[in-house]
């Protein structure tokens, strides 16, 4: 064998090498991928059962509200109470504490006015006693 059919062998023998330990490299790799993909699935999973936990509370409390509100304007018999509660798709998650702490105080204002609207009409039929019957 000639010295260059020697260096063409051994340059040959070198990239087979070469392709032999970039395709270990890359098995090694693709298994590593494999397992890192694997604990983000199961994160993405977690995080997915934490977000109904979430939402199952979220309209829990919701309804919880939806119903007190009803209880109260149940003697107004011309308040027509509108829908139950729907999640709004288009509401960002981040502020689902931010939405649920607006409903107290919008409760609250419910409350002083069904109040207020109950004193009224006492003090309305009360006036209405006063006054002498039409003759």
């Not at 087979?16 to 090694?28: M, Q, T, V």
């Not at 993405?44 to 209880?71: P, V």
């Not at 308040?79 to 409760?107: F, I, N, Q």
């Amino acid at each position: 064998m000639t010295d260059e059919g020697a260096t063409a062998a051994m340059r040959y023998k070198e990239i087979i090498a070469l392709s032999r330990g970039s395709a270990e490299n890359l098995r090694e790799w693709e298994l590593a991928r494999a397992e890192a993909l694997k604990g983000e699935i199961e994160e993405a999973q977690n995080a997915i059962e934490i977000a109904k936990e979430r939402e199952a509370r979220a309209a829990e409390r919701a309804t919880r509200w939806w119903k007190m509100a009803l209880h109260n304007i149940q003697g107004l018999t011309w308040l027509a109470p509108g829908d139950e509660p729907r999640p709004v798709p288009t509401a960002r998650a981040a502020y689902l504490e931010r939405y649920l702490e607006e409903v107290k105080p919008s409760y609250q204002e419910l409350v002083q006015a069904v109040l207020a609207l109950g004193w009224r009409a006492k003090r309305a039929a009360a006036k209405r006693a006063e006054q002498p019957p039409p003759a």
